[in-house]
């Protein structure tokens, strides 16, 4: 009757403010789990992926960002922010990282949930992947072939593992690959209505597609043009670095 309930991570190494949130949420209508640390919340979001985090920024040892870091790299999984400091570089960075909102300590319970119910809303609305063509032939550049249909992108035969939206990054790209992309026409193919994500997080999804096309043997997947944005490279095995 309800539908499917979303399942809240939240993170945090304070208990007072996990209660407060836990008990907020589930009030809300949600499920919710929670981490007292950065490396209990990767283990819990990579055994059963939630539908949302809640991320404190100021963790001892592996603090929020780091937890955002490693998280980005195989999954979209929106993420929300908490941070004891409101200072603009905090805010940028974590956005830059690939978080969805940020919201400062102390907070309202109330506004918190709101937050995350327009981040839920956004998710739904937004189409993660393109839509399959049956009859859309594969896209090839060098050793790299993007096969929309399966949502599959390889080198040389070798998977990427491209999450939803690395992988419209890399099709948009392959599509005019004689074509330099500004960071907001790539924002718009992977955020399609998402206004609230800073164009700068494309750096963050960047920086995972050239690792991921690094470890497939690919050096060259990804060119910048400074002041103007990016373009793909021509893809090819055994580049010297």
Not at 93 to 100: A, N, P, Q, S, T
Not at 178 to 187: D, E, G, I, P, Y
Request: charged content about 25%; hydrophobic content about 45%; proline content about 6%.
């Amino acid at each position: 009757m309800m539908g499917i309930m979303h399942r809240i991570l939240v993170v945090d190494d304070d208990p007072h403010i996990r209660d407060v949130l836990c008990f907020a949420l589930e009030k809300a209508g949600m499920a919710a789990e929670w981490a007292g640390n950065g490396v209990d919340a990767l283990d819990l979001a990579t055994r059963n992926p939630p539908s949302l985090v809640v991320l404190d920024v100021g963790m001892p040892e592996m603090d929020g960002l780091e937890v955002c870091r490693r998280l980005r790299r195989a999954s979209d999984v929106p993420i929300l922010f908490l941070s004891a400091r409101d200072e603009e570089i905090d805010r940028v960075l974590g956005l830059e990282m690939g978080g969805d909102d940020y919201v400062t300590k102390p907070f309202s319970p109330r506004e918190l949930v709101a937050r995350v119910n327009v981040i839920l809303r956004r998710a739904r609305g937004a189409p993660m992947v393109a839509t399959p063509q049956e009859d859309a032939p594969p896209i090839s550049r060098g050793a790299l072939t993007l096969d929309s249909a399966g949502h599959r992108a390889t080198v040389a035969g070798r998977e990427l593992g491209l999450t939803a939206r690395e992988f419209l990054i890399v099709k948009t790209l392959a599509s005019r690959p004689a074509v330099v992309f500004s960071r907001n026409q790539l924002m718009d193919a992977a955020y399609p209505d998402n206004i609230h994500v800073s164009d700068r997080t494309i750096d963050s999804h960047v920086r995972n597609i050239r690792a991921k096309f690094q470890a497939a043997g690919c050096e060259d997947a990804v060119e910048t043009v400074h002041g103007v944005g990016f373009r793909l490279g021509p893809c090819t095995t055994g580049t010297a670095p």
